[in-house]
């Protein structure tokens, strides 16, 4: 339960934060969010699961709601807070905007900010490629890089560097697991970051973070779970970073080639080298690298024989294999875990002070050996008959052929290894909900069997019916017929004005290439097109023509319909050309639809609705941002009133004042 000192220091950080800032202005979802989050990690709905889903809008405040209301309650409790967010962008703009401005209210909090480590550069790596003047090109950027480092105007990460770093160029310096781990290396700027980890009460990260120290099984990279409570931000892509996070491939010649030199890169190292602890390991590595290589070979021959790998794309229906390809499967795995295991060996018996011409060699190695551990993870998943079945495909390319395997659905892990292991978690979203209200995200992300989970929905501070209006105008072709491009090039120059700022959503890139292509010449203006130049580019363009008075068009897809921040009167116009259905034509969406089917369920219903659901109510986000915004959505799909499950879609949407033409 709250005790009377939290509940007095959260109010009293709230009064502080009032005061300190003259544009702050109490909000009522916001001080819901904090209630309630206070009371999930207080106790004070269940003792031991303390989840939250919490569903909190644009304007509600929900980065300063949730910290407010978590670390006086993870103080009380000795507990440490982590918030993961959806990308480092989210990240830097906590630490630099929302946490900043605690601070200076007043609040005491050690907060950290932590990035997968291959956003850091290796100190060791660095010197060695900056002396290195005969093997990189790029060397007078690693000696800029390294006196900037020494000076210490630069801390090692990536994304403060004031341009950006070519991948190319990076891959020389990140830091990776293996040979940046030594106590040599605690100087580095990734063991800089993770130094004297217990005088951290906020730690920073992105869900890709927060996944990788899941499946380690908690407390590598961060604290052990059960002493942390998680803050899932934007939990809403959750699920599906957990299923790409853990898929996994096998380009078959390209795997065999790299397999194929393997053996000859232990010959030059041991040349290098001269320690008798290298011999057996590097014999074993060859021998090991040799085998996985004729498997890698012979499935490739194999694969190509049957009439089904003539196809781009084939997938194996229920996850299940062919018997010869799962026996193979089962001794690449064995084969792959035995060569990891060697390489690592092998890895640690370089010096990690060795010199630059080792630079390189060791570079492949740890390439080798991250390649290794993918094969054997691959290999191991499809090797194994799962109870929920993995996506199992076969992709064709120009020269090769590509084996992939990934999970369906990721509720399970989610469940037994982060919500059970954690001492209380809070998941906030502007769009949790669908048609169904939570329940497709409950279960999607492993809660909704955990019966101590509460389910907010925050007030939002717009006033929607007098801020909005939602149009749906007369079609005459459904978006399933071949006409309705041609129809949607007839009517929408009615609805773009030259006078106002607007945003054209298509479903699908081809569509909107075909009406640019149709519309050249009968619009006001020649609209901004998403693929024709960069992001940024195109918003610089778009904010400017609105600046000068001209009104501006942007056209764009599903990239455009999450993320965008157009305030005021850089959007008052947004036209959604048709509903966001997904096209089910990839693997994981198969394999999930047939596993609905199999149980008896409807995967249309199941799967496609709440999904449509939410990526709608996304693109409608798009148009309100602030109180003092307001404009007009023109959805032109009339399957919102003319199919049955218009009406669920319909009401998932808020509440602007409709027109509904007959």
Not at 27 to 56: N, S
Not at 333 to 352: E, R
Request: hydrophobic share 40%; proline share 5%; with cysteine.
């Amino acid at each position: 339960m709250l005790s009377d000192k939290t509940k007095s220091e959260i109010q009293a950080l709230y009064r502080r934060l009032g005061e300190q800032d003259p544009h702050f202005r109490p909000r009522k979802g916001q001080q819901l969010l904090i209630a309630e989050v206070a009371k999930t990690l207080g106790g004070d709905y269940h003792r031991q699961q303390r989840l939250l889903m919490a569903e909190a809008g644009t304007g509600v405040g929900k980065s300063l709601g949730y910290l407010i209301g978590a670390l006086p309650v993870a103080r009380h409790h000795k507990r440490k807070v982590v918030v993961a967010t959806a990308t480092v962008a989210l990240q830097e703009q906590l630490i630099k905007k929302d946490i900043h401005q605690l601070v200076k209210a007043g609040l005491q909090v050690e907060a950290r900010l932590l990035k997968g480590r291959q956003r850091y550069c290796c100190l060791h790596k660095l010197r060695s490629t900056a002396a290195a003047a005969d093997l990189f090109a790029d060397v007078s950027l690693y000696q800029k890089l390294l006196d900037s480092y020494a000076r210490g105007k630069w801390d090692g990460d990536r994304d403060s560097w004031p341009k950006p770093i070519a991948n190319e160029q990076w891959r020389h310096l990140e830091s990776d697991r293996l040979s940046c781990s030594g106590p040599g290396h605690k100087d580095c700027p990734y063991g800089k970051v993770r130094t004297n980890p217990e005088q951290v009460d906020l730690w920073v990260v992105n869900h890709h973070v927060l996944l990788t120290d899941m499946v380690q099984g908690g407390g590598t990279l961060l604290p052990d779970p059960d002493d942390c409570f998680y803050i899932i931000d934007e939990a809403h892509h959750l699920a599906e970073s957990a299923r790409s996070f853990l898929q996994e491939h096998s380009r078959l010649l390209a795997d065999k080639d790299w397999l194929t030199k393997l053996p000859g890169w232990l010959d030059e190292l041991q040349g290098l080298v001269r320690k008798d602890s290298l011999v057996g390991p590097a014999m074993v590595v060859q021998d090991t690298a040799q085998e996985l290589a004729g498997g890698q070979q012979s499935v490739y021959q194999w694969l190509n024989r049957q009439p089904f790998a003539q196809e781009a794309q084939y997938r194996f229906a229920e996850g299940k294999l062919p018997g010869w390809l799962k026996d193979v499967a089962e001794d690449q795995n064995a084969a792959a875990q035995k060569l990891n295991g060697k390489l690592q060996q092998v890895i640690s018996l370089i010096d990690s002070d060795s010199a630059p011409k080792l630079l390189a060699l060791q570079e492949q190695l740890l390439t080798a050996m991250e390649g290794a551990e993918r094969l054997q993870k691959l290999w191991g998943a499809l090797a194994t008959e799962q109870k929920i079945p993995w996506a199992k495909w076969l992709e064709r390319t120009d020269k090769d052929l590509v084996l992939s395997a990934a999970p369906i659905e990721v509720a399970s892990q989610l469940k037994h290894k982060l919500w059970e292991k954690c001492a209380g978690a809070v998941l906030v979203s502007a769009t949790l909900q669908s048609h169904q209200g939570f329940s497709h995200a409950a279960r999607e992300l492993g809660l909704g069997s955990l019966e101590g989970c509460q389910y907010k929905v925050l007030p939002s501070p717009f006033d929607y019916p007098r801020q909005g209006t939602l149009i749906l105008p007369k079609m005459k072709t459904d978006p399933g017929d071949s006409a309705f491009t041609d129809e949607l090039a007839e009517v929408l120059p009615q609805w773009l004005p030259g006078n106002e700022a607007s945003l054209v959503l298509f479903a699908s890139y081809w569509q909107m290439e075909a009406v640019v292509k149709k519309l050249e010449g009968k619009l006001p203006m020649a609209p901004l097109v998403q693929g024709r130049e960069n992001r940024q580019a195109m918003l610089e363009a778009h904010a400017l023509r609105v600046k000068n008075g001209q009104g501006s068009i942007l056209f764009g897809t599903g990239a455009l319909a999450e993320g965008l921040d157009l305030k005021g009167e850089l959007l008052t116009n947004l036209i959604i050309t048709k509903l966001p259905f997904a096209v089910p034509d990839d693997p994981v969406s198969q394999a999930q639809a047939e596993y609905v089917e199999a149980k008896g369920g409807n995967a249309f219903t199941t799967l496609a609705l709440p999904h449509v659901a939410r990526r709608l109510v996304q693109a409608a986000g798009r148009l309100l941002r602030s109180e003092s915004d307001y404009g007009r959505i023109v959805l032109l799909d009339r399957r919102l009133v003319s199919r049955r499950y218009g009406r669920q879609l319909l009401d998932a949407l808020p509440p602007f004042t409709r027109e509904i033409h007959p």
